[in-house]
């Protein structure tokens, strides 16, 4: 499994942005996926994450009502729309992929996600 984030980019507080990434391989048919960030001397801290049907979804408190996770599975592609940014959204953001072999809870923790993308930079000016 391939995953190709991005959409990154400079934009100021209060603005929106888009990240993309695309899945690519062999993935079975119950899998998450999920949005990380880190920002520099941080860990990476998980952002939202959203089942294989769509219909289940999980956020950080700190983004609740300004980020939306989504995907088109005819696309094998997940987005975050994420609106409202703050400085403190700065960070290198990753998309990742947790293979089931059956529908399960989404988790928060990165060690539970198999595939990573590469990181897509988002900086948020004030």
């Known amino acids: 499994v391939q995953l190709q984030a991005y959409g990154g980019g400079l934009v100021q507080a209060g603005g929106s942005l888009r990240l993309s990434c695309v899945a690519s391989?062999?993935?079975?048919?119950?899998?998450?996926m999920a949005w990380f960030r880190q920002a520099p001397g941080k860990e990476r801290e998980f952002v939202a994450a959203v089942n294989w049907r769509g219909g289940k979804v999980r956020y950080v408190d700190s983004v609740q009502g300004r980020f939306r996770i989504a995907k088109e599975n005819s696309k094998n592609t997940l987005y975050l729309e994420m609106n409202s940014l703050k400085t403190e959204d700065t960070a290198d953001y990753y998309c990742a992929v947790e293979i089931r072999d059956r529908p399960g809870p989404l988790s928060t923790s990165s060690s539970t996600y198999d595939y990573w993308g590469q990181g897509t930079l988002v900086t948020v000016s004030s």
């Open positions: 391989g062999d993935i079975f048919s119950s899998y998450n």
